[in-house]
């Protein structure tokens, strides 16, 4: 099969194209099993089969094939519970931080309470001045020696 990396990726477009609406990313991932029969009239106009002389990259299903993929994306755990992932939530800057961090504290090098305190919020300094994204979240901690300016 040409098509589970397509079908992930079209499932991550499903989220975010689903608005917050659990049933609408219902319908988004059935809609998926169409898009790989060449059925499109419940497709996102700005999908990839509105752009002229578009060939399909992958194989087009049959109606046997098509069956057993819509039935495959039914039971799978996204479609039996859209309500947990409607916010399209990724990982990606969470992973990012953790590099950086990995940066400023070397695993293989023993630090000090202190300096790995300090160590770690250069990391928070230097990712935030780089990460290109606003913040979602402030902290004040009220515990003071948790508090390392840089």
């Known amino acids: 099969m040409d098509k589970p990396e397509a079908v992930s990726t079209h499932a991550s477009y499903a ?9 609408k990313l219902g319908e988004n991932l059935e809609n998926i099993a169409n898009h790989y029969s060449g059925i499109h009239t419940k497709s996102d106009p700005d999908s990839c089969y509105h752009v002229l002389g578009y060939e399909p990259s ?3 299903l049959h109606e046997k094939a098509a069956t057993m993929l819509k039935d495959a994306i039914t039971k799978s755990t996204i479609y039996k519970h859209p309500q947990d992932d409607i916010m399209g939530k990724d990982t990606f800057h969470v992973e990012s931080f ?6 400023f504290t070397d695993k293989w090098t023993v630090f ?13 300094c230097h990712w935030n001045e780089n990460c290109l994204r ?3 979240s402030t902290s004040n901690p009220t515990d003071s020696s948790l508090c390392i300016t840089c």
């Open 15 to 23: 989220v975010k194209r689903c608005e917050g609406d659990p049933m």
């Open 58 to 60: 992958k194989i087009t």
């Open 98 to 103: 953790n590099n950086v961090l990995n940066v």
């Open 112 to 124: 000090g309470t202190d300096k790995y305190k300090r160590r770690c919020s250069l990391a928070v």
């Open 134 to 136: 606003p913040f979602t």
